[in-house]
């Protein structure tokens, strides 16, 4: 009877309830679809099932794993505040991504989780902007189709190479020079 025991206890614990707790998703519906206002930048993003990381993915379970659409709404949300001139705010909503890499099941079990880089997968996100100035007007605005087609060659990562999302970064730090072509520490020492 005392084999028994150790098997009695591990199905005990596997259907206590949090036991079994799944990764995030990013197509959860519960999951918030913008980010808290915090400043002049507000940024929202649209259901990401329909997002081209997913929708065109080998991987789809795995392309839909973490909160990465909502750590790519921080970083642009924070990035954009840095550089956005006094007096002005800025609406974003994110309504594509794809990110950098694919899934290549066809390498073999041991390789269907894994991203591959190459240049025929290069990472792209669509987005609407609203720019506003400090009396109303509306200064910009429009869809912006943002895409890296030399991300592998374009030098050493600003950002830490150790973050999956440091290519799709890039791409959004390189997008914000080119909307908003201010001096970052003049717009933060105005403030």
């Known amino acids: 009877m005392r084999p028994l025991l150790p098997l009695v206890l591990l199905a005990a614990l596997a259907a206590a309830p949090g036991a079994q707790a799944r990764p995030p998703m990013v197509t959860d519906p519960a999951a918030p679809r913008e980010l808290p206002a915090a400043g002049p930048v ?27 659409v909502a750590e790519l709404a921080r970083h642009l949300q924070r ?25 290549e099941p066809w390498l073999g079990p041991n390789y269907s989780h ?14 609407e902007m609203r720019i506003t100035g400090a009396d109303g007007q509306v200064l910009a605005e429009g869809e912006r189709r943002l895409s890296d087609m030399n991300y592998l060659h374009s030098g050493p990562p600003a950002l830490n ?12 730090d390189d997008w914000l020079r080119r909307e908003l072509p201010t001096n970052p520490a003049t717009a933060q020492a105005a403030r």
């Open 79 to 103: 990035r954009a505040d840095e550089r956005l001139p006094p007096g002005q705010t800025m609406d974003v909503t994110i309504t594509d991504i794809q990110r950098a890499g694919g899934f």
């Open 42 to 68: 507000k940024v929202q993003w649209t259901d990401p099932a329909g997002f081209s990381d997913l929708r065109l993915s080998h991987n789809r379970w795995e392309a839909q794993r973490g909160d990465w």
């Open 161 to 172: 190479s150790g973050d999956s999302l440091r290519h799709e970064k890039r791409m959004i």
């Open 114 to 127: 894994v991203r591959m880089m190459r240049d025929i997968y290069p990472p792209r996100m669509t987005l």
